[in-house]
């Protein structure tokens, strides 16, 4: 069974970074393909409530992210280390969510049902 394991979470000022990683045990984590969903203040407490962040694709590295971080966050991996990043840079108030890792099967994966292994989420908190 593949764990996934978040670390990095904090409170971070407008315009400011925040590195969160995500280290996976078990499992052949080359093989995934991984990615980045957040879950907004406000929005369900399950599933539907997460949105797609950025993705890994475990073939060829190729990334995706959505329009409201594109150009920002950036997911990168080290299979040495069966570890996952997203890097965000020119944070905004709205990031602000609880930001969840996830593996996949697929190369490429978008809804949360394409997932099967979620970290624990971190708190990501954007304020001046």
């Known amino acids: 069974q593949v764990q996934l394991v978040q670390s990095g979470e904090g409170l971070v000022q407008p315009g400011g970074s925040l590195e969160l990683s995500c280290t996976a045990s078990g499992g052949t984590f080359s093989r995934y393909t991984m990615a980045w969903f957040r879950q907004a203040p406000g929005k369900e407490r399950d599933f539907a409530g997460r949105?797609?962040?950025?993705?890994?694709?475990?073939?060829?590295?190729?990334?995706h992210y959505s329009d409201s971080v594109k150009g920002r966050f950036t997911v990168s991996r080290d299979n040495a280390k069966n570890t996952v990043y997203l890097r965000m840079n020119s944070l905004k108030v709205e990031d602000t969510a609880i930001y969840y890792c996830?593996?996949?099967?697929?190369?490429?994966?978008?809804?949360?049902?394409?997932?099967?292994?979620w970290g624990q989420g971190a708190q990501v908190t954007v304020s001046s």
């Open positions: 949105e797609f962040v950025g993705r890994i694709n475990w073939r060829d590295d190729t990334t």
């Open positions: 996830a593996a996949s099967l697929q190369s490429r994966p978008f809804y949360t049902y394409d997932f099967f292994s």
